[in-house]
């Protein structure tokens, strides 16, 4: 694989909505109609036609009502059909929204389209419960899944739940829990400075969703929803989930609903819907990587050094890390096996402490990272991060 070279992110050309705790404000609302919604209302306050969309990504994980038209049904509200957007519908948990900017990327460096975007929306809340026609069963009953609870229970093939990939890879390389609390409290503190001066860096990306109160009455959820205020001795107090185990309920994160938006294009275009032209964002490279079965959170580490190896550079060159930590033992082992800090990787927030809502969550963190590397004047930022099934994905962009 080679690093690219023409796929580009317009400055400011993203937005996220801020993410709701499973159960809360967001989880009246399809996804699928949120979403798209939410991206037009976006793009007509940025006055920018959503009709420049040569082809659209919709990411999503959970299903919603009518997920079969996803893709065709979002872009048709995205552009009011006012142009009839071809697009193709993702599903790759966590690992979404990465693996979409590569799907971006790929077709832009093949001269496919001008302008792609993707739209990564998703709802914990209220997730399906299906049924699955089994002819063979006693007198024909039917096969149940709960799409989440049972999902998060393992996959068919490793019926093994996601916290127990976390220990397995805590007891591996030697984590305690008082490591995974330290690390807890450190990822707090870094999303209070994202709330400070009035949450001035959250605002410098992330948009409002309105949502529904009941069938004759909206409101707009400007806020993250859900996140734990964190102490030391608060978290000192909290047992272990698993007996003999190291994370407690405060050191992994929480199902939620949110969706964001990225546009990817050439970079004479990304320069004309840019919201600062002397501020550019390139796509450089992605890897991507699949562990053994049970230590999910080992995998953003293979997926990291893919994406360094294709790009030609080191760690050390990294001026902002993010990543996808749904338990605290995924940072503590990417600092362990890449000889970094943790302390000093995802500032400004992570999906630890402000939630999990699947498609979107790579998204913001991806968007966070930009922001982060932009208020320091420029560099290179790697984003990786975990997904369902022991895979995760990595993505390295050049700001400048």
């Known amino acids: 694989m080679k690093s690219y070279t023409k796929a580009y992110i317009p400055y400011g050309g993203y937005y996220s909505t801020p993410f709701c705790r499973w159960q809360g404000s967001m989880q009246y609302d399809n ?54 957007v071809p697009g193709l519908f993702i599903h790759q948990a966590c690992s979404t929204s990465t693996t979409i900017l590569n799907l971006c990327a790929l077709n832009l460096e093949a001269g496919a389209y001008e302008v ?62 008082e490591d995974c609390d330290a690390l807890v409290l450190r990822r707090y503190e870094q999303y209070q400075t994202a709330l400070a001066n009035n949450r001035a860096f959250q605002k410098r990306y992330m948009f409002p969703a309105e949502v529904m109160v009941n069938k004759k009455q909206t409101k707009l959820v400007e806020q993250d929803e859900g996140w734990t205020p964190t102490t030391a001795e608060g978290l000192a107090k909290l047992k272990p989930v698993r007996p003999g185990g190291v994370h ?78 749904p338990f605290a033992t995924n940072d503590l082992n990417l600092a362990k096996k890449m000889g970094i800090d943790v302390m000093k990787f995802n500032n400004y927030g992570s999906s630890l402490i402000y939630g999990h809502p699947q498609g979107p969550t790579a998204g913001r963190g991806i968007i966070e990272m930009v922001e982060e590397v932009v208020l320091l004047g420029g560099g290179y930022c790697l984003f990786t991060g975990c997904a369902a099934g022991d895979t995760a994905a990595a993505m390295i962009l050049k700001v400048g």
């Open 248 to 325: 407690s309920f405060g050191a992994q994160t929480f199902p939620a609903d949110g969706n964001c938006g990225i546009i990817v294009t050439t970079r004479d275009r990304a320069k004309e819907l840019s919201a600062d032209p002397r501020i550019e964002i390139q796509i450089v490279s992605y890897g991507f990587a699949r562990v053994k079965p049970a230590y999910m959170p080992a995998a953003p580490v293979p997926a990291a050094e893919m994406a360094l190896a294709i790009a030609g550079l080191k760690i050390t060159d990294m001026k902002v890390i993010k990543t996808h930590n």
């Open 31 to 84: 996804a699928i109609t949120l979403g798209a919604n939410t991206a037009r209302r976006w793009f007509l306050e940025k006055k920018i036609d959503p009709t420049i969309i040569g082809y659209l990504f919709f990411g999503t994980t959970v299903a919603q009502h009518h997920w079969f038209y996803a893709h065709q049904w979002s872009g048709s509200i995205l552009t009011d059909d006012k142009k009839y």
């Open 116 to 177: 792609g975007f993707g739209l990564m929306s998703d709802r914990c809340s209220n997730g399906p419960h299906t049924i699955w026609p089994n002819p063979l069963g006693p007198g024909g009953e039917p096969e149940r899944e709960d799409w989440n609870m049972d999902n998060f229970g393992g996959n068919p093939r490793v019926p093994v739940a996601m916290m127990e990939t976390a220990e397995n890879v805590a007891k591996e390389i030697g984590i305690t829990k």
